[in-house]
């Protein structure tokens, strides 16, 4: 393993030279597809920048302070000396899933996905783009914004690996598909991970990325995430992110659907130093259906920011945004939702909304939800709301003997049922379920999907 440590002073040109001095090894472990791409992506970083709180769309999270720092890069495949299944498992132990690991951003060698219907691939993005270019060329780069999105230009630069997952036409993956990204360093470290969704027509899965961190170090992951969903196609897409407060992350969700296909995406967020969330989905084909669902507990000096562009091309789709947050502490979150109604989407109905419950007096939410239409048959609606516990409720479960705190839990659990009821895959959901009680009761204070938490003699702890 060669990574290259390299101090970073705060000024973009910093990244640009990075990028520079180390572009030979970036791609001598890369494919042809990807690099097509680098020149480009350098160019519109060189313009654009890691996004500020000035960039609109990034208004309430500053990234720049973020990606400053000395810090690590990983620029060759991790190779571990250890078995993952020694220092790690999974929170869903009754979960009869296909899982596969990233460690730092790379493909886990030792992975072993089992036996996959016929034509199914999941493998590592880079091995894939080499060996058979042609199931990647045709959708990387198409729907993530490198060319005005900063963060996302970014990625393009350093992308080296990542997971891919491509389902036939007519296949249906029955068990779960689960993605398991680790990150472990002695060193901070960066990553900029890159992955690729591809569902040919009437295809199925399922598909749970898990984000987790197994040392203390500081890390910030950029990660971006394609993908395409066919005509008849269904894909939910669960991004469960569990890490602790030294860790930054930005997760770049960009899919586009085609003709009666359905996609649901769900990000849960129950621990996150920093987190920003960019889901963005292209109706293109008629009579698509496209779900987004968020949840995000904060506590102590925790940020998350949501970002969502729902964009209906075509006439006759549907979407449906729902997103909420319970923040505690000094904590602040986010919330930008953007429904777009092209002049020819008529039929389109869409719907928005964005609650969130306010603990302390010092917590803080930023809430923006937007219609822009531009068709007259349409139904569309969008709403949200910022406030505390209610009062009623709360006094009406006191008069039933239930005391304060009790009542506390019972009240905020029922507000964030509303997403956790959307989990279509049982045992995840009624893990979620635990975990987020465990998170309203104060117990979950160390990252239960690692071994070594927790255990005399270790000092891990994840928040």
């Known amino acids: 393993m060669d990574n290259v440590i390299k101090n970073i002073i705060g000024k973009d040109i910093s990244l640009a030279e990075l990028f520079e001095e180390n572009r030979s090894v970036i791609e001598s472990h890369s494919s042809p597809v990807l690099n097509s791409f680098r020149d480009e992506a350098f160019d519109a970083f060189q313009e654009l920048g890691i996004p500020s709180n000035k960039v609109e769309n990034y208004k309430y999270t500053n990234l720049q302070p973020l990606f400053s720092g000395d810090f690590t890069f990983s620029l060759k495949p991790e190779t571990l000396t250890e078995n993952l299944e020694d220092i790690f498992s999974c929170d869903v132990d009754t979960l009869d899933s296909i899982t596969v690991y990233l460690v730092n951003g790379w493909y886990y060698t030792r992975n072993n996905p089992g036996d996959l219907p016929k034509g ?130 930005v997760a770049g969700f960009y899919f586009e659907q085609h003709e009666n296909s359905h996609l649901a995406t769900n990000n849960l967020t129950l621990h996150a130093g920093v987190a920003r969330n960019n889901i963005e989905l292209k109706l293109a084909g008629s009579h698509a259906e496209g779900h987004a669902y968020g949840l995000y507990l904060l506590d102590k000096n925790q940020h998350v920011d949501n970002f969502s562009y729902i964009d209906h091309a075509v006439p006759d789709c549907f979407s449906d945004e729902l997103f909420k947050g319970v923040l505690d502490d000094h904590s602040t979150g986010a919330f930008t939702g953007k429904i777009m109604v092209r002049p020819d989407a008529q039929k ?67 507000f964030a049922y509303e997403v956790i009821e959307k989990i279509k895959v049982v045992p995840l959901r009624e893990q979620i379920r635990t975990l987020v009680e465990k998170r309203f009761r104060g117990e979950l204070d160390k990252c239960h999907s690692c071994v070594v938490c927790g255990q005399k003699g270790t000092d891990v702890t994840c928040l």
């Open 120 to 249: 199914v691939v999941i493998g590592s993005m880079a091995q894939v783009a080499k060996e058979n270019p042609e199931l990647i060329e045709k959708y990387y780069g198409i729907r993530a914004p490198h060319l005005s999105d900063g963060a996302v230009a970014f990625n393009t630069m350093f992308a080296q690996d990542g997971f891919f997952v491509y389902v036939p036409k007519g296949v249906v993956v029955e068990k779960p598909i689960q993605i398991v990204n680790i990150l472990m360093s002695e060193d901070a470290l960066m990553t900029t991970q890159r992955n690729l969704v591809v569902m040919e027509d009437n295809s199925e899965a399922r598909i749970m990325v898990c984000d987790h961190t197994l040392t203390t170090g500081k890390f910030v992951m950029n990660n971006v995430t394609e993908g395409y969903v066919g005509r008849d196609a269904k894909l939910d897409l669960y991004n469960l992110q569990n890490q602790h407060n030294a860790t930054t992350q």
């Open 348 to 414: 389109t109905n869409a719907y928005q909304s964005n609650n969130n419950l306010l603990l302390t007096n010092d917590a803080k939410m930023n809430t923006k939800p937007q219609l822009e239409i531009y068709a007259d048959d349409v139904k569309c609606s969008h709403g949200a709301t910022v406030g505390q516990i209610d009062e009623d409720a709360m006094f009406y479960l006191r008069t039933r003997g239930i005391n304060k705190n009790e009542a506390t839990i019972l009240l905020m659990y029922a």
